[in-house]
T-cell receptor, first 113, second 114 residues
């Protein structure tokens, strides 16, 4: 069966510090991968998606970046965090195709102070 | 572009009562629609999905949703609420121009009272 992991589960970082969140998927190959951010009362916002190794599409211009160094690994990064980067970050994967549901990881709670 | 609107950020029902969570969609093409549930500090779990087959879709935990094209709606229902149903519920539509990422509504928080 397929599983998706995210770490760390929680993170408290000072403003201006770097960020690296990791997501890995097991039990499948060549998935579509997604990063979402969830802020209170605002639903989920798509940040990045990837349809293959090294292929990253950004949906919202900001100080975050994403990389996919391996087929089942998706990394979210920042060089300098802002207060507004606080939130709950969710990674998801799906089988390629138009109507396939996405499977979500447990999430990372990021607090920027 | 495809989008969804969830009516009511908070819904409160008594245990055993009908649950009705509203979702309306906007799409210029036939939509693929989903309902997810989120428990506190957890990821999202799929409840059900509509992919243009049957208009009445049954999901997990006794939930179901009906696709109504004339009303552009995809409301989620459950005949009898349980205390364990208290959670955040999200309606979503597949965005065909973003790697089939999901465009989510803002969510509805369901409170179940004894």
């Amino acid at each position: 069966s397929q599983t998706i992991h995210q770490w760390p589960a929680t993170l408290v970082q000072p403003v201006g510090s770097p960020l690296s969140l990791e997501c890995t998927v097991e039990g499948t190959s060549n998935p579509n991968l997604y990063w979402y951010r969830q802020a209170a009362g605002r639903g989920l916002q798509l940040l990045f998606y990837s349809v293959g190794i090294g292929q990253i599409s950004s949906e919202v211009p900001q100080n975050l970046s994403a990389s996919r160094p391996q087929d089942r690994q998706f990394i979210l990064s920042s060089k300098k965090l802002l207060l507004s980067d606080s939130g709950f970050y969710l990674c998801a994967w799906s089988v390629k195709g138009a109507y396939n549901e996405q499977f979500f990881g447990p999430g990372t709670r990021l607090t920027v102070l | 572009a495809q989008s969804v609107t969830q009516l009511g950020s908070h819904v409160s029902v008594s245990e055993g009562a009908l649950v009705l969570l509203r979702c309306n969609y906007s799409s210029s093409v036939p939509p693929y629609l989903f309902w997810y549930v989120q428990y506190p500090n957890q990821g999202l779990q799929l409840l059900l999905k509509y992919t243009s087959a049957a208009t009445l879709v049954k999901g997990i935990n006794g939930f179901e949703a009906e696709f109504k094209k004339s009303e552009t709606s995809f409301h989620l229902t459950k005949p009898s609420a349980h205390m364990s149903d208290a959670a955040e519920y999200f309606c979503a539509v597949s965005a065909r121009n973003s790697g089939y990422a999901l465009n989510f509504g803002k969510g509805t928080s369901l409170l179940v009272t004894p």
